[in-house]
């Protein structure tokens, strides 16, 4: 429900409200529930949402757009799977400007996008999408060291 409520901002165009009501029903519809420890300390609220599995939804450009808009706002996602969701050129373009810019996109440490769309234009956007797997890779490492984990690349 947190996922999905992080969408939920008002929206002026109808359509586009319209739009972000149904990517929050298929957001609370594929992610489920999350359970709760049994015991927790008095007012420590609902864990973060740091992994997002939404292959296969058929999101299209529309949903691709919300979610990057999304993770404008939300900086605890790491790890986001939009494969198979039919997003084209303008989806990717969405999610790559959120990748891109440091201030925003540092926290996401995978994106998986393969069977989209934009397959079939893979080459005018490769460089693009080289781009922004060198950056996610390095976001990986930052993150892995900020928990303490050691890449292979670090030793």
């Keep these: 429900d947190a996922a999905a409520d992080m969408l939920l901002v008002t929206h002026e165009d109808e359509d586009d409200q ?13 992610i489920g529930s999350v359970k709760m420890p049994k015991y927790r300390k008095k007012g420590a609220g609902i864990p973060r949402i740091e992994n997002v599995v939404l292959y296969k939804n058929r999101i ?10 999304a993770l404008r706002i939300n900086k605890n996602i790491q790890t986001i799977h939009l494969s198979h969701n039919m997003i ?7 999610l790559f400007a959120v990748v891109k810019s440091q ?13 989209n769309s934009f397959d079939e234009d893979s080459k005018r ?15 990986e490492r930052r993150g892995l060291r900020k928990r303490g984990v050691m890449h292979f690349d670090d030793l």
């Design 18 to 30: 319209e739009k972000a009501n149904e990517i929050a029903a298929i957001l609370r519809q594929t």
């Design 60 to 69: 299209g450009d529309s949903g691709a757009e919300a979610f990057a808009e």
């Design 88 to 94: 084209t050129i303008t989806g990717f373009k969405a």
């Design 103 to 115: 201030k925003i996109g540092g926290h996401i440490e995978q994106l998986w996008l393969d069977g």
């Design 125 to 139: 956007i490769r460089p693009y999408y080289e781009q922004m797997r060198r950056i996610l890779d390095k976001n």
